[in-house]
């Protein structure tokens, strides 16, 4: 029997597909919902509690309360000033002294070495329990880039490959090898609003969505859903092209459904297919 698991949940769907997961394996869950965060209507009637993002202390005290082993840290979280964060003796031990001026890899990671070796919890990845939902290798539906955009998957590799070691994003739009935008704090749907107006001339570009080298994956693996092939669409894209067993996809079947309506090629990379030595590593 799987140990409990305790679910640190953020925005969007992820928490929601994590609880679904675990009700449907008979797995014990236990949520901690973060205020101003997470989706009230995705947390539902599970076990939870409603907690501060600066209050580290009182989530470790619920987690351990409830008999909580495995830790996943699921969705999209506002990176709050520190007046707003107000952290508390426990939560400081995350932070340390000036990670707040640090990348997201560099908090990420600080809370990933805090739980484990200092708070004796074991964190994984979403994909450790939602297996089924990683990327495959390969197209997804019944449309394949076409040989040219094959120069555009490359230089989306190659500008996230250099651009990793800064911590800006994890997905870039390049059209006929031009670089039309790339991912910072706005996430990848607001990119894709802000590259349409910037298309060019001609055959569409591709989005290619890939965790940054090195990242740590198990808190911030990167993921596409129904509304990112909308988003693909509505700015003229032709394809999508995301990292294969490093990408969560959700509603995999309504979506390539809907990307063979629209005529759209989504598929999945091993990065290395492309730039030789992008590090990823799971």
Not at 6 to 27: D, H, N
Not at 47 to 58: C, N, Q
Not at 187 to 214: A, D, I, Q, S, W
């Amino acid at each position: 029997m799987a140990p409990k698991l305790g679910i640190l949940a953020g925005g969007g769907p992820l928490p929601g597909y994590l609880i679904e997961s675990c009700r449907a394996t008979g797995r014990d869950v236990f949520v901690i919902a973060f205020e101003g965060q997470a989706d009230p209507s995705v947390i539902g009637n599970t076990d939870h509690a409603w907690v501060r993002l600066g209050a580290a202390g009182t989530a470790l005290d619920h987690l351990r309360a409830e008999g909580v082993e495995e830790i996943v840290m699921a969705g999209p979280v506002r990176r709050p000033s520190l007046r707003e964060l107000r952290p508390d003796r426990r939560a400081a031990k995350f932070l340390g002294l000036g990670l707040l001026n640090k990348g997201d890899d560099g908090l990420l990671g600080s809370i990933v070495n805090t739980l484990e070796k200092e708070e004796g919890f074991r964190v994984i990845g979403a994909n450790d329990v939602l297996f089924d939902l990683t990327a495959p290798e390969g197209p997804f539906g019944r449309f394949q880039p076409a040989e040219d955009i094959e120069s555009d998957i490359t230089r989306g590799v190659s500008v996230l490959q250099s651009i990793g070691a800064l911590d800006i994003g994890q997905a870039v739009v390049v059209q006929q090898g031009i670089v039309l935008g790339i991912e910072a704090a706005e996430g990848t749907h607001n990119l894709l609003e802000r590259c349409g107006p910037l298309r060019r001339e001609g055959r569409g570009g591709v989005l290619v969505k890939l965790p940054k080298p090195g990242q740590e994956t198990r808190v911030d693996m990167p993921s596409i859903g129904i509304d990112t092939i909308k988003a693909a669409h509505a700015a003229g894209l032709t394809g999508i092209a995301v990292g294969a067993g490093v990408t969560l996809v959700f509603d995999r079947e309504e979506l390539v459904n809907l990307a063979d309506a629209e005529e759209l090629f989504v598929i999945g990379i091993r990065a290395t297919d492309y730039v030789e030595g992008y590090d990823i590593s799971l």
